[in-house]
């Protein structure tokens, strides 16, 4: 199994040069927020991923596709109400 410091460092190189925040509690769920290069503020926040279902590359790489595609859809809404997120103080929430 892959190390949640390692599993970060994945997620957030994904979207550089972009800002991303990743981290894991103790319970193994892990956050991810991600930040406009225009304003600094949070973009969006997804939060309860369960690390143990991210085991291999693909798990990984489908769950970088669909917060880029929820980051998409919210900025392209310009509401934030992105189909899987929620709004949650200035970000989204995976719902």
Same mark, same amino acid.
């Given at each position: /199994?892959?190390?949640?410091?390692?599993?970060?460092?994945?997620?957030?190189?994904?979207?550089?040069?972009?800002?991303?925040?990743?981290?894991?509690?103790?319970? #193994?769920? /892990?956050?991810?927020?991600? *930040?406009?290069?225009? @304003? #600094?503020? &949070?973009?969006?926040?997804?939060?309860?991923?369960?690390?143990? @279902?991210?085991? @291999?590359s693909r798990a990984i &790489?489908?769950?970088?596709?669909?917060?880029?595609?929820?980051?998409?859809?919210?900025?392209?809404? #310009?509401?934030?109400?992105?189909?899987? *997120?929620?709004?949650? #103080?200035?970000?989204?929430?995976?719902?």
């Open positions: /199994m892959i190390s949640s410091l390692e599993l970060c460092q994945i997620v957030e190189s994904a979207f550089l040069p972009a800002r991303c925040k990743c981290s894991v509690d103790s319970a #193994g769920l /892990m956050s991810v927020q991600l *930040y406009s290069g225009r @304003t #600094g503020h &949070a973009d969006l926040l997804a939060t309860g991923i369960a690390t143990s @279902t991210l085991t @291999t &790489a489908s769950l970088i596709s669909d917060l880029k595609a929820g980051l998409q859809v919210s900025s392209a809404s #310009g509401d934030g109400a992105a189909d899987g *997120y929620r709004k949650a #103080g200035g970000a989204r929430s995976r719902a």
